[in-house]
């Protein structure tokens, strides 16, 4: 690569903008182009085929486009397509590039955090069933133990606009009882969806004040911070103008009013058709 290119962000819908939120805080210089792909959210409930084929066309996309690194902020997508995609796919068609996913960051420093070493985690279906977060918490933390909840209706209800309505508590309240009941020693909980932090506030309304909610968009754009650092090879080729670029695979107009809600200020937004 000869030019400097933006960073990629990819999603499934809009959850990853509440990553790309905290990364632009703390990376403001970079630019950035997000992608979701409205048109096929959610990916929650997906085989794990169709996961790794929808995840590779889009981060393959941003690839084409020349960002010399994606970050998947999507849980779902990472559990199911980062190390295929890391491990197979990149070397043989982008050797010189690098995609990251957002389970890491966090599993890597729960452990810390907790002091019961009882860690709840809600997820989406798919993210529960790859056993991701118990795997890689335990091999940060051997003695942790992990306690997992799918929430199959979080998704849609923010992707349809309706986290603030009096509605969503019953499935706020159903997933937290049931995650709660697998063990009342829990103190930690991790948000492992990158939606989820739409709900947050109604989260932590109805869970008891002693436990800890844990998002993920700081802790991501920390650990990119640090990445970068220790890659200068790697941010030398991103370029630094500060624009943001969105696209969707599904109505510009429409991710253009969403967004808003989900970022605070008026996005600028394209349509693309994925090959
Ligand atoms: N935001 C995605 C995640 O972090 C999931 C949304 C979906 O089900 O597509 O898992």
């Known amino acids: 690569m000869n030019q400097r290119q933006p960073i990629g962000i990819f999603d499934s819908g809009y959850g990853g903008l509440t990553v790309m939120k905290e990364i632009t805080r703390q990376l403001p210089e970079y630019d950035y182009m997000y992608l979701g792909d409205n048109a096929r959210v959610p990916y929650g409930n997906r085989s794990f085929d169709?996961?790794?084929?929808?995840?590779?066309?889009?981060?393959?996309?941003?690839?084409?486009?020349?960002?010399?690194?994606?970050?998947?902020?999507?849980?779902?997508?990472?559990?199911?397509?980062?190390?295929?995609?890391?491990?197979?796919?990149l070397p043989m068609y982008f050797p010189d590039r690098k995609v990251l996913g957002v389970i890491r960051p966090t599993t890597?420093?729960?452990?810390?955090?907790?002091?019961?070493?009882?860690?709840?985690v809600f997820?989406?279906?798919g993210t529960v069933t790859s056993e991701s977060y118990r795997l890689e918490i335990k091999r940060f933390f051997p003695n942790a133990r992990v306690y997992q909840q799918p929430c199959p209706l979080w998704v849609p209800i923010i992707e349809n606009n309706e986290h603030l309505s009096e509605g969503a508590?019953?499935?706020?309240?159903?997933?937290?009882?049931?995650?709660?009941?697998?063990?009342?020693?829990?103190?930690?909980?991790?948000?492992?969806?990158?939606?989820?932090?739409?709900?947050?506030?109604?989260?932590?309304?109805?869970?008891p004040?002693?436990?800890?909610l844990i998002s993920q968009g700081p802790l991501v754009a920390s650990s990119l911070t640090d990445y970068l650092e220790r890659h200068p090879e790697l941010k030398k080729e991103i370029s630094q103008n500060r624009s943001r670029q969105y696209f969707t695979t599904d109505d510009p107009t429409v991710f253009s009013l969403k967004g808003k809600l989900f970022v605070g200020e008026e996005l600028e937004v394209s349509h693309i058709e994925l090959t």
């Open 50 to 89: 169709i996961v790794f084929q929808y995840t590779w066309q889009c981060v393959r996309h941003l690839l084409e486009e020349g960002c010399p690194l994606v970050i998947v902020a999507c849980n779902t997508a990472s559990a199911k397509a980062l190390r295929n995609i890391q491990q197979t796919m």
């Open 169 to 207: 508590d019953y499935f706020v309240n159903k997933y937290i009882d049931e995650l709660l009941v697998q063990c009342h020693n829990i103190d930690t909980i991790i948000l492992g969806c990158t939606h989820y932090p739409l709900l947050i506030d109604k989260i932590q309304k109805h869970l």
């Open 108 to 120: 890597e420093i729960v452990g810390d955090i907790s002091k019961t070493n009882e860690i709840g």
């Open 123 to 125: 997820a989406t279906q």
């Open 209 to 212: 004040d002693h436990i800890k």
